[in-house]
């Protein structure tokens, strides 16, 4: 693929994303992709030909682009124990509720049309297998006995501090990042034991 089809790819998903923070999943047809992103018609068309084709190409691009959000300037450096661990999670989940804020209401509208597409439900828990095994790998660094299920249980809690803050009823006033961070370290200690050291 050359550098123009990927810019245009990149733009299509983009856009789709955009829309669908915007209007919802009614909103995200091919016709609103083109006509968004100033593209000729029938381009979204030619480029995902199907919505289920196009609804994938969101799902990959917020993927890339929430591993760029976490990863960003400023991410504070991974430092050991759970109080490292927190200052990540809090990073990552106070940007997503703040500069990322759309990319987050985007991935919550895709997150329920999967449960309506057998198709999508196996390509979105693919892109977020890549999130989980990465956080397993972080509590296991950390002393997990049991990094599976904590990862589960820490993921969860990330998932609904994300819901409540961008679609729920703490959405008009998103938590801080000191909040965050003491409320995942309060999470990791109990997980890890209260004498694990940071």
Do not use: K
């Not at 915007?22 to 029938?42: F, I, K, N, S």
């Not at 940007?95 to 990322?100: K, P």
């Not at 449960?115 to 828990?125: H, Q």
């Not at 993921?155 to 409540?164: E, R, Y």
């Amino acid at each position: 693929m050359s550098t123009a089809q990927t810019s245009r790819a990149e733009l299509i998903a983009d856009t789709a994303l955009a829309l669908l923070a915007e209007r919802g999943m009614r909103g995200l047809t091919h016709r609103a992709v083109d006509e968004a992103a100033g593209l000729p018609q029938g381009s979204t068309s030619n480029h995902a030909r199907t919505r289920a084709a196009l609804l994938e190409a969101a799902v990959h691009r917020l993927a890339l682009r929430e591993s760029q959000t976490a990863y960003a300037s400023g991410t504070p450096e991974p430092a050991p124990g759970p109080e490292g661990l927190a200052a990540l999670l809090a990073f990552f989940l106070h940007r997503s509720v703040t500069e990322a804020r759309d990319l987050t209401r985007a991935r919550l509208e895709l997150a329920l049309e999967a449960t309506r597409r057998p198709e999508l439900r196996v390509v979105y828990d693919t892109a977020g297998r890549v999130f989980r095994e990465q956080l397993e790998t972080m509590l296991r660094a950390a002393g997990s006995a049991e990094p599976e299920r904590h990862a589960r249980s820490l993921i969860a809690w990330c998932d609904g501090v994300l819901f409540h803050s961008v679609a729920g009823a703490g959405s008009a006033s998103p938590p801080p990042e000191a909040e965050l961070r003491a409320g995942a370290a309060d999470l990791l200690r109990g997980m890890l034991g209260a004498g694990s050291g940071g």
